[in-house]
């Protein structure tokens, strides 16, 4: 009886064992899509995230490029040009389904198109109308609003973390200023200092502050403002040019593009702006120029673009600067990635 009650025991710590500690599944590694002309022309392609087996998604005579994703949609949104008359957004599944035009009425800037976090609106800019405004529309294509809609030349930046706003650059101060507007419409809520020039807007993860940079210094430097109540902080102080911040999905890094070092490197430092370190640290060539360089969903690696060995490439490198590797090795041009998990 005792040793049936001691087996009894040793049952029920085990199964209390295997509750506590469940056996987690691993987490797939997130896929990249890039723009490239190794066919001849721009198309969209995807590969591995250790840059295997890449494949063309778009497989077209005309020119495709800039994908936006949306994990929620389960939906890439992208730049087609339509053989040559215009710019149009297309949408399309992760393995090159087209399934919808989504805009003929309207062609698209130079920029691309980007998902609401909810997969419901995509945003866009157009100078259809002579000026640049930003837009959005429904998944479908189906409806189509001007939320600018203003003489001056605005440009759309970013999503609030709720989706329910976004944040653009407009001249309508003569300087570039960020404003936001509910995706409802009514009067744009000036946000930075219109007596100097401000741009790219980048929320936290949490909503909570939004980096930006601005000249308000005279350099043009990252600062950092609390979206509740409107404090604002310098993030970055060197004599060369810091731009470009991009949040880690985690929400305690920035890395952005600094010319301190006579070329375009990218550093990552913390939030509160403290312990810059520069992580590609290649002093001949240019790194993500554009700012087109994006966190890994786990924040441990930061993907870019770089001419370092004679073409642009797309590269991925260590969140510490470490273990910077070429993920296309292709003599064609390839950029435009982003990350698809």
Excluded at 100 to 106: D, H, P, Q, S
Aim: aromatic residues 10%; contains cysteine; charged residues 20%.
């Amino acid at each position: 009886m005792k040793w049936s009650l001691v087996a009894v025991m040793i049952i029920a710590v085990l199964i209390a064992g295997c509750q506590l500690n469940p056996t987690v599944p691993e987490r797939p590694q997130p896929r990249i899509a890039f723009m490239t002309d190794r066919d001849g022309n721009f198309e969209i392609y995807i590969m591995e995230s250790d840059g295997s087996n890449a494949l063309n998604l778009t497989n077209s005579a005309n020119n495709e490029g800039l994908p936006s994703w949306s994990p929620t949609a389960k939906s890439f949104a992208f730049v087609n040009d339509g053989g040559g008359t215009g710019l149009f957004v297309e949408r399309m599944n992760d393995k090159g389904e087209i399934q919808a035009t989504l805009n003929n009425e309207f062609p698209v800037d130079t920029n691309p198109p980007v998902w609401s976090p909810s997969g419901e609106w995509i945003a866009f800019g157009s100078s259809g109308s002579g000026n640049s405004e930003v837009y959005i529309m429904d998944a479908a294509g189906e409806n189509t609003i001007n939320l600018t809609n203003h003489p001056a030349e605005d440009s759309f930046a970013a999503w609030s973390s709720d989706g329910q706003q976004i944040f653009f650059v407009s001249d309508r101060d003569t300087t570039l200023v960020i404003y936001s507007v509910d995706i409802g419409g009514g009067e744009a809520l000036q946000i930075t200092n219109p007596a100097v020039n401000s741009g790219r807007p980048t929320l936290s993860p949490d909503g909570a502050r939004m980096a930006f940079m601005s000249n308000q210094d005279e350099d043009i430097e990252i600062y950092v403002i609390n979206t509740h109540n409107g404090e604002m902080s310098r993030l970055t102080n060197s004599p060369g040019f810091d731009g470009f911040p991009a949040w880690s999905p985690d929400g305690r890094k920035i890395a952005f593009l600094s010319g301190r070092d006579e070329n375009a490197e990218i550093y990552v430092m913390n939030s509160d702006g403290s312990d810059p370190i520069n992580i590609t640290n290649m002093p001949q060539s240019q790194e993500s120029i554009q700012g087109d360089f994006a966190w890994s969903p786990d924040s441990r690696q930061i993907m870019f673009h770089s001419n370092r060995d004679g073409n642009v490439e797309i590269y991925v490198v260590n969140a510490d600067g470490s273990s910077p590797t070429n993920l296309t090795n292709n003599p064609a041009t390839d950029f435009a990635s982003i990350w698809v998990p």
